[in-house]
Structure formats: C-alpha cells, structure tokens
C-alpha cells in the first residue's frame, strides 16, 4: 500500500520550534519531489515547500522563506520540515504530498495531515 504518514505536529509557543516528518510506505521518496501544504480554518491551502527529486532545489514562499528548511534522509526514506521561529499564523493542518516535479500543481500521493498550533 502506498502511503505517507505525517508526524510532529504539536503545541508550541511563538517563537518556537517543531520539526515535521513524511515517511512513506510502497514507494520510495526520492523518486518525487515533495511538497509541504498547510491548511487554516477558513483558509485556502497554501504551499508552505518543496524539495526536488534528488534534493537539487527547494522552495519556500515568503511568508515562511528564513524559517523553515525542507530535507531528506533517503535511508529513512523520509522528508522533513525543520520549522523556526514559530508564530501564531502558522497555525494550521500540515500535509505532505509527493509528484513528480516541484512546478506540478496535482499530487500523486497525499498524507493525512498534522496539527501544528503556535499559541502562548
């Protein structure tokens, strides 16, 4: 069965840290690149990284460009989302998903989320 399974998210105060994990199952993740999305009540789904197949590029939109860093552990056959600098409006459902390149706009394989609440 193919799968991704996110984890890490959690309750963390402005300013905080949390790292975020993609494992996958089936497949192996260096065969796509994978996406980061995250998700607020009441808002549209926001692409928050990406990283290349191969690991040759990444991508961050500005709202979080300096605060998170995206990677691989191929032996782990997993992504992950290092996260820093935390605030409240990052608050949301975190998802990774996988595709063939960083510029397609539909996901092969999606998992099934994370919560991620930055609050004091």
């Known amino acids: 069965q193919l799968q991704l399974v996110e984890s890490g998210g959690g309750l963390v105060q402005p300013g905080g840290s949390l790292r975020l994990s993609c494992a996958a199952s089936?497949?192996?993740?260096?065969?796509?690149?994978i996406h980061w999305f995250r998700q607020a009540p009441g808002k549209e789904r926001e692409g928050v990284s990406c990283?290349?197949?191969?690991?040759?590029?990444?991508g961050y939109p500005n709202s979080v460009k300096g605060r998170f860093t995206i990677s691989r552990d191929n032996a782990k056959n997993t992504v992950y989302l290092q996260m820093n600098s935390l605030k409240p409006e990052d608050t949301a459902v975190y998802y990774c998903?996988?595709?063939?390149?960083?510029?397609?706009?539909?996901?092969?394989?999606w998992g099934q989320g994370t919560q991620v609440t930055v609050s004091s």
């Open positions: 990283i290349t197949r191969g690991s040759f590029d990444t």
């Open positions: 998903a996988a595709a063939p390149f960083c510029s397609d706009s539909t996901m092969t394989h």
């Open positions: 089936g497949f192996t993740l260096d065969y796509y690149a």
